[in-house]
């Protein structure tokens, strides 16, 4: 079993016509079993080809997984154009499309032994990934 | 007529002592322009409380109207604020007829930011409408649930 700690903060003045601060906090184990028997994390260059973010895992993710992806890619400026989104796919559909500079962060659960793969609609982008399974 | 654009910041942190060979200690921020474009001006946060329900029949965020579904890219905050059972999380990419698309399941007390874009996941191909639904895992029970989101342009 390990233990995880996430704090995620959510600020803004002019979103909603309040002020909005989130900030909450949950420490997170996995489960001392075979269904909760690895982690993966690391840095991908990805094209149009799917890639595959939880190789590590034996048998894809058998149940529960922490999922961390950041577009890592360049935001777009003067004179220099943005790298192209990621998008994250399950094994039946794509499920969410990362901008460069964005992150996303979800228990996923897509049921037994799933895959989770990134790719650009379009050209070369890349990816910061930390899959944990959980259960 | 748009509004200006607004100015949102998000921090992701991980720590772990026992999780890798070496300790976790990581903090990612990403500071958002949300447009005040007429895609993008919209932004909402409300408590739930969610019933069990089979897939496409939980609550419904936005609304079920087709002018209230979110067109382009969208984030979600969701927080399971119950105790006990677990929130399931499912996406619909379509107004009606489409079978959710199973996210994961929030235990109590955990939380979780996507990032949607109905012009990827629409399933046939066109950008039209995306709607998140939310439910207990456990039939016959309710959870609570926290839900903030905020729209990007399309």
């Known amino acids: ?135 | 007529m748009s509004k200006g654009n607004n100015t949102l910041k998000c921090t992701v942190s991980f720590s772990s002592a026992d999780l890798l060979p070496a300790n976790l200690n990581m903090s990612k921020t990403m500071t958002l322009t949300v447009p005040g474009t007429a895609a993008g001006n919209e932004a909402q946060i409300q408590n739930f409380t969610a019933p069990q329900a089979a897939a496409g029949s939980g609550i419904i965020v936005p609304p079920n109207t087709v002018a209230n579904d979110h067109a382009g890219r969208v984030f979600y905050f969701v927080q399971n604020t119950g105790s006990t059972y677990n929130l399931l999380i499912r996406v619909i990419s379509e107004h009606s007829g489409v079978t959710p698309d199973q996210m994961g399941d929030l235990a109590p007390g955990e939380f979780a930011i996507y990032n949607f874009d109905d012009g990827v996941m629409d399933s046939d191909g066109t950008r039209d409408h995306l709607r998140l639904e939310i439910s207990c895992a456990t039939a016959a029970q309710t959870t609570t649930a926290t839900v903030f989101w905020w729209e990007m342009a399309a």
């Not at chain 1, 590590?56 to 943005?82: F, M, P």
């Open chain 1, 1 to 135: 079993m390990a233990t995880i700690k996430v704090n995620l903060s959510i600020n803004s003045s002019d979103v909603l016509p309040f002020v909005v601060a989130i900030d909450e906090s949950k420490e997170i184990s996995t489960l001392s079993d075979a269904n909760a028997n690895s982690s993966n994390m690391g840095q991908l260059t990805v094209s149009t080809t799917a890639l595959t973010i939880n190789t590590e895992i034996d048998g894809g993710i058998d149940n529960r997984a922490l999922v961390y992806i950041k577009n890592t890619g360049a935001v777009a400026a003067a004179g220099v154009s943005a790298d192209p989104n990621i998008i994250v796919d399950d094994e039946t559909a794509p499920i969410m499309e990362i901008a460069p500079g964005e992150f996303c962060f979800l228990p996923y659960n897509g049921g037994a032994n799933s895959t989770l793969t990134v790719e650009t609609a379009s050209g070369t982008g890349y990816c910061d990934y930390l899959v944990i399974e959980l259960t």
